[in-house]
């Protein structure tokens, strides 16, 4: 990989002006748009990974960047769990498959098991390394897959990025979930952050067999909160032995499953984040 985007010489590699300019890395994104939610375990890494795999297979450069600190999922969803972060010069270079670069705390783990103890201040400089020190080159999108809460990570990735495009809120379908998720759409409403709208996971069961969709938990949590924050509702993804397989397996969903209910639920799902982005 040839790229630099820091300016050196004569004129600046990034972007072709001389050597006065300061480019960062973040301006040569167009959009950016994280994953978060109030709550863990809703599968806000699930839907990140899809996202950003499906925005790539259009043609469309991508970025993926996991600042979960303490639960880097997306090297092993990716099947780049043994990946070790290289350099060229002072800059990080991520990982790429096709028209994805990825870039995860993960790569800098000795082990997947290792525990990253940081307190707040060493977590802000992590993120802020991983947005602006990486040779992302020029990407339409970035997707940030960011750990549960509304603390010092999910502050520092908008902060550091300046101008998010928006971002996409997941939440289940109990109530218990939409409590805490509500949080996150309280949050993006303090610090001026557009929603670009509501997934509900794990929303109903779909039958390996018959590919009948079977309501487990009480289901409407996301349609709840879209409506009382007005925001939009994206859609539910189900239940589905499917995704939890391609997860531990490293094959990417939305690359591998291309039929039935919950592919067809990604898709609509999608297709309304990228009309939402515009």
């Known amino acids: 990989m040839s790229e ?10 990034s972007c072709g002006q001389s050597s006065g300019c300061h480019q960062k890395p973040v301006d040569r994104i167009r959009r950016k748009i994280i994953v978060m939610s109030g709550k863990g375990g809703v599968g806000k890494s699930t839907v990140a990974v899809n996202l950003a795999l499906a925005l790539s297979l259009t043609g469309r450069n991508v970025g993926l960047l996991d600042v979960d600190i303490h639960g880097p999922s997306v090297p092993h969803m990716l099947h780049l769990q043994n990946e070790k972060l290289c350099t060229e010069g002072e800059k990080l270079l991520p990982a790429q498959i096709g028209n994805l670069k990825v870039m995860s705390i993960g790569f800098l783990l000795e082990t997947p098991d290792s525990a ?12 802020r390394q991983l947005i602006n020190e990486v040779v992302w080159g020029e990407l339409d999108d970035l997707v940030v897959d960011c750990p549960p809460g509304t603390g010092d990570e999910v502050l520092s990735v908008c902060q550091e990025l300046k101008n998010v495009t928006g ?5 289940t379908p109990q109530q ?9 759409l309280n949050f993006c409403n303090q610090i ?55 997860g531990d397996d490293g094959k990417p969903f939305s690359f591998y499953q291309t ?16 009309e939402n982005a515009k």
């Open 4 to 13: 630099q985007t820091s300016c050196s010489g004569s004129s600046c590699q």
């Open 116 to 127: 990253v103890i940081w307190r707040g201040p060493a977590k802000a400089g992590m993120i």
């Open 167 to 171: 971002a996409v809120i997941v939440t």
């Open 176 to 184: 218990v979930a939409a409590v805490d998720v509500s949080k996150s």
């Open 192 to 246: 001026a952050l557009p929603v670009l709208g509501i997934v509900e996971n794990m929303s109903g069961f779909v039958c390996p067999e018959c590919h009948k969709v079977t309501e487990i938990f009480s289901a409407g949590a996301g349609t709840r909160l879209a409506k009382q924050y007005q925001v939009p509702f994206l859609g539910r993804i189900p239940i589905d032995p499917a995704i939890c397989q391609s």
């Open 259 to 274: 039929d039935g209910p919950t592919a067809a639920a990604f898709a609509a799902i999608i297709a309304n984040i990228e």
